[in-house]
């Protein structure tokens, strides 16, 4: 038998972990980038270990994968706001001394789902945006093969790569007009 248990975040409680999220953004701009993604599958890989998970956990943790993929794919050069917004994530979710302490059974992880959980929905454009991008460079190899002008293969996934970026910026500044209104 499962039980549904939900509860809001209000706009007090968004802006606690907000702060927490940019306490470690300052700490991500003088670390080093490798670091932070080998500690982060360090992470991975001690959670993944520790399965059976909650389901609130690792119905996340393929969401995390993903963001750590978007941010070595070299060939998408994630923009450089968006590139922070990832490592503070990476950070925050790494360390096992945040808001609640990860070895608390059960719980310790939902700070870091809710850390999560903000971070994907600050970044939604960008990761609908590599989602394009990677569906659109898969169809262009399977298309073309390895016989095609590697120079012809980069202009055309840095054509795509260009508009993906546009749209990101644009979408990501109409939300926040929206907001504000």
Request: hydrophobic share 35%; glycine share 2%.
């Amino acid at each position: 038998m499962s039980m549904r248990l939900s509860f809001e975040l209000t706009d007090r409680d968004l802006k606690y972990f907000r702060r927490a999220l940019k306490q470690s953004r300052a700490a991500v701009r003088d670390a080093d980038e490798t670091d932070i993604i080998d500690a982060i599958r360090d992470v991975l890989a001690d959670i993944r270990r520790n399965e059976p998970l909650p389901d609130f956990v690792a119905s996340r943790l393929p969401q995390l994968d993903l963001m750590i993929q978007m941010r070595l794919d070299d060939e998408w050069r994630l923009p450089t706001t968006a590139r922070e917004q990832l490592l503070a994530t990476f950070v925050y979710f790494g360390d096992p001394e945040d808001i609640l302490p990860d070895d608390i059974p059960v719980i310790g992880y939902l700070d870091d789902v809710i850390i999560l959980e903000l971070a994907s929905r600050e970044l939604v454009h960008v990761l609908d945006a590599y989602d394009d991008y990677c569906k659109y460079r898969d169809e262009f190899d399977s298309e073309h093969g390895s016989e095609v002008d590697p120079a012809i293969r980069r202009d055309r996934l840095d054509r795509r790569r260009q508009q993906l970026h546009q749209r990101m910026k644009r979408r990501t500044q109409s939300d926040r007009r929206r907001t504000l209104w």
